[in-house]
């Protein structure tokens, strides 16, 4: 990962801004810069993954524009070859540096034409205009903010606008960009402007290929890789493409509570399976409760799902950068949103599934996607995310809704299908799904139930109601995460739409936790 910054108004005081800048540093300890516009600055954390020289450093120049980008730009070296032919010259081997002359060529008609994942801002020095852009589903950070005279200021995480600008802190939309006061939208991923109504053979296959594609892609690394590994599905087909595809073992990390971990005894099986070098971390009680407020700090979120599922990728992430030269981490994020989870089997109906599908997808960025991004760059590392493919996303957001209900009595089953065969074992292939935040031990989120219990007496409603302006905690649980969110983005909860939690319009979903371990289809998902 890296960092972005970029205040449009030399009206501020500067040291607060540089302090703000730098709350971001552990995204990008290799280089820093904050250096002045006309009319701004523009700063950059640099985490060096492509083109490891000074030469990768930015800003990028050209023409007296400039551009800071946090971001992986896919296919980059056969578009650089193109521009080269037109006449640009490059200086480093960075992915990035494509995007001035892209600019120059195409205007903001390039971020449609990007296949990437991506947050940036382009100073244009011929307009004074500054243009900022976040790629479709959001797997890299943006907000914005506004300082006391109006000026716009974009940051890669909102600790980095906290206490800088006047009033709230806002994500950044997904899919869109941002020009003369504006936000244009260039792509809504979630969008269906036709289903299709290929075969089960056909789906599956485009399935397979596309996704092999995704992980193949992301493993375009100048910087040493590794993979998370759950022991589930989607992670576990991660690591299985990239193994094939490297053609050697993989390194693979995975973690679990000292006594009841429930995925670890999977994830050493894929691993065996794979051949890949298995790492294994554990996790106490202690542990867990000790870095709760820096994981919620890290986040920026109040949520409980995201917090829970946090708490066990933080402390690998922790883990794997002391321990490790790994720089790029793949994860199996996205799968659930695609493909249902288990509270879509509860779906009324396929145009219901479908409504519920889309609407996760574009909030994927408050949710499991901020959580990748978060505890995996606080450790100075890079998240890329295969099932956040844009071809994959497009295509399985396109298939008919009737196929992705769960009438096969296995949810997920067009992406089981799609990997039968050697790919993993069987009992893998069509385990029962658990819920990352159950799987790492049922007795870490118990811990955290068990915390917030004895924390808080009878009157914990009416401290609830301090934060009634938005998402008022409804469990001492949530009221506890809230506190220490408050603590470090006071009055800013409205940067996360509301609590992840299952359509309680469906019959069989008006819970009061959103773990799936209450849902009456858990089934055997814990064992």
């Not at 997920?412 to 790492?440: M, N």
């Not at 917030?452 to 409603?461: L, M, N, P, S, T």
Request: hydrophobic share 35%; aromatic share 12%.
């Amino acid at each position: 990962m890296c960092s972005i910054f970029c205040c449009t108004s030399k009206r501020l005081d500067k040291e607060v801004m540089r302090r703000c800048f730098y709350k971001t540093v552990s995204r990008g300890p290799d280089m820093t810069t904050l250096e002045e516009t006309d009319s701004g600055f523009m700063g950059f954390h640099r985490l060096a993954i492509m083109g490891l020289n000074a030469e990768g450093m930015q800003p990028f120049w050209m023409d007296g524009n400039r551009v800071v980008c946090n971001g992986e730009i896919y296919g980059f070296r056969p578009i650089k070859s193109k521009l080269e032919e037109k006449g640009y010259v490059f200086h480093s081997d960075s992915d990035c540096e494509i995007l001035l002359p892209l600019y120059a060529e195409y205007g903001t008609d390039m971020f449609a034409m990007l296949d990437a994942e991506f947050a940036l801002v382009i100073y244009d020095g011929a307009t004074g205009e500054y243009i900022a852009a976040r790629d479709p589903i959001g797997i890299r950070p943006l907000y914005y903010g506004y300082l006391s005279d109006g000026a716009i200021v974009f940051a890669s995480e909102p600790k980095n606008l906290v206490g800088l600008v006047s009033g709230e802190v806002k994500p950044f939309p997904p899919g869109h960009y941002y020009r003369a006061g504006e936000f244009h939208c260039y792509c809504d991923i979630a969008e269906v402007k036709q289903y299709c109504y290929d075969g089960m053979d056909e789906i599956c296959t485009n399935l397979r290929v596309k996704l092999i594609e995704g992980v193949k892609k992301r493993l375009d690394s100048d910087a040493p890789v590794g993979f998370l590994l759950s022991g589930g599905l989607d992670s576990s087909l991660v690591c299985s493409i990239g193994s094939r595809v490297l053609g050697r073992p993989i390194r693979t990390f995975a973690i679990g509570m000292d006594k009841d971990a429930i995925d670890l005894k999977y994830a050493r099986e894929v691993a065996d399976y794979i051949g890949s070098e298995h790492s294994e971390v554990y996790m106490t009680r202690e542990d867990v409760l000790s870095a709760l407020e820096e994981v919620i700090a890290a986040l920026g979120t109040f949520d409980i799902t995201t917090i829970r599922a946090s708490m066990g990728m933080y402390l690998l992430c922790r883990a794997i950068h002391r321990m490790s030269d790994v720089r790029v981490l793949l994860t199996g994020e996205i799968s659930d949103e695609l493909f249902g989870y288990k509270y879509t089997d509860f779906a009324p109906s396929a145009a219901a599934f479908e409504e519920e599908s889309q609407k996760r997808v574009r909030e994927l960025h408050m949710y499991d996607v901020l959580r990748a991004d978060r505890c995996i760059s606080v450790n100075s590392m890079e998240a890329r995310v295969p099932f956040g493919d844009l071809d994959f996303v497009r295509y399985v957001m396109s298939i008919d809704p009737e196929r992705k209900l769960n009438r096969y009595g296995k949810g997920k089953y067009l992406l089981r299908r799609a990997f039968e065969g050697d790919w993993l074992p069987h009992d893998i292939l069509y385990r029962e799904k658990a819920a990352f935040s159950d799987a790492v031990g049922h007795s870490m989120v118990d811990d955290l139930k068990d915390y917030a219990e004895h924390k808080y007496g009878d009157d914990w409603r009416t401290v609830a109601e301090k934060y009634a302006y938005h998402a008022k905690p409804f469990t001492k649980e949530s009221l506890l995460y809230r506190e220490i969110f408050e603590k470090y983005y006071p009055g800013q909860a409205r940067m996360i739409a509301d609590f992840w939690m299952p359509n309680k319009s469906w019959e069989g979903c008006n819970v009061d936790d959103p773990s799936a371990r209450v849902l009456s289809n858990y089934g055997e998902s814990g064992e």
